[in-house]
């Protein structure tokens, strides 16, 4: 008797542990938990989809976020949850707040750059976590933060979140951040380690949220603007600038103060990717959810105005 309810009771456990499967129809993307500030990276074949957990209880203000998750999708339209990869419990000197991040692939080793609150340094942190799979899991790479609040100048403590990480066609890696002022530095091939001084980027209206990426032969910066926040997008043939402002990406994301962004190219068509406050009926800016919607470039290499859609983007071929 024994045995027999181990072998019904086995398949079961095993249906409970496998990946979360969920194909979407339209915008969010992701319906069953909310997420935030998305980031998208692109290996192999497949779209991996990272994004913050809002937590906070229905129609109470304020973020709770403590985690990060991770989806993956060879279609754009059918995401696969995994484990979750990594918390801020897993940062030792981190003290909570599972804000905006992102991962980037180098050398078949997959690394997490995101922002948190610091245990024992007033203010706003950036992490670096590490792991062999994209999916994780994930552990600190440091044992201490990459970027602190008393390495940059600034009236304000949550200056330092937001990161974006860029590797050139050379090997060059840079580390984006910032809130009300942009900055970047060079990395280190080790991924973990500055390699030279913080730069401050000049950007109109700059808030938080840049995001760099690289089409034909232009770079892209993209960021959050004023507040309630719109997205805009500034140009240079290098990823140090000097930048040249283009105007805005999209207008206010539906029933959210802020907007965040990750643009990828997968199977031959280009994807915005962002949050709103969209999923009835306690969606909002403490409860936000990633959508897509499809990107495009003018001839000269600037980007059409993004339209945000309920329908979202179909099935990749």
């Known amino acids: 008797m024994h045995f027999r309810f181990a072998s019904l009771l086995l398949p079961a456990l095993a249906l409970l542990a496998a990946p979360a499967l969920a194909q979407t129809t339209g915008n969010p993307v992701i319906k069953h938990k909310y997420t935030a500030d998305p980031a998208a990276l692109v290996s192999k074949g497949t779209v991996y989809l990272y994004a913050g957990h809002d937590e906070a209880p229905a129609r109470q203000d304020g973020y709770v976020m403590h985690e990060w998750l991770c989806f993956s999708s060879q279609d754009m339209v059918t995401w696969t949850e995994h484990a979750v990869p990594l918390k801020v419990k897993d940062f030792a000197w981190a003290k909570d707040d599972a804000w905006a991040s992102q991962v980037v692939e180098r050398n078949g080793k997959f690394y997490w750059y995101a922002a948190v609150e610091h245990g024992t340094i007033p203010g706003k942190a950036i992490g670096v976590a590490v792991s062999d799979s994209p999916t994780g899991p994930f552990k600190d790479a440091r044992g201490s933060a990459i970027v602190t609040n008393d390495m940059?100048?600034?009236?304000?403590?949550?200056?330092?979140?937001?990161?974006?990480?860029?590797?050139?066609a050379k090997g060059?890696?840079?580390?984006?951040?910032?809130?009300?002022?942009?900055?970047?530095?060079?990395?280190?091939?080790?991924?973990?380690?500055?390699?030279?001084?913080?730069?401050?980027?000049?950007?109109?209206?700059?808030?938080?949220?840049?995001?760099?990426?690289?089409?034909?032969?232009?770079?892209?910066?993209?960021?959050?603007?004023?507040?309630?926040?719109?997205?805009?997008?500034?140009?240079?043939r290098s990823p140090e600038g000097p930048w040249e402002y283009k105007g805005l990406l999209n207008e206010l994301a539906?029933?959210?103060?802020?907007?965040?962004?990750?643009?990828?190219?997968?199977?031959?068509?280009?994807?915005?990717?962002?949050?709103?406050?969209?999923?009835?009926?306690d969606g909002g800016s403490f409860r936000r959810s990633v959508c897509i919607d499809y990107l495009y470039y003018n001839k000269d290499g600037t980007i059409k105005r993004v339209q945000m859609t309920s329908e979202g983007v179909q099935a990749a071929k």
């Open 172 to 236: 060059q890696a840079y580390l984006y951040w910032g809130n009300t002022v942009c900055r970047y530095a060079k990395l280190k091939a080790n991924m973990t380690e500055l390699d030279g001084p913080i730069h401050n980027v000049s950007l109109p209206a700059f808030t938080e949220a840049p995001w760099l990426h690289e089409h034909k032969g232009w770079y892209y910066l993209s960021y959050a603007t004023g507040f309630p926040e719109k997205l805009a997008y500034a140009m240079s």
């Open 152 to 168: 940059t100048e600034s009236k304000i403590f949550w200056d330092d979140i937001d990161p974006t990480v860029f590797i050139d």
């Open 254 to 281: 539906g029933n959210s103060n802020t907007n965040h962004q990750a643009i990828i190219d997968f199977k031959g068509k280009s994807y915005f990717i962002y949050h709103n406050g969209g999923i009835n009926t």
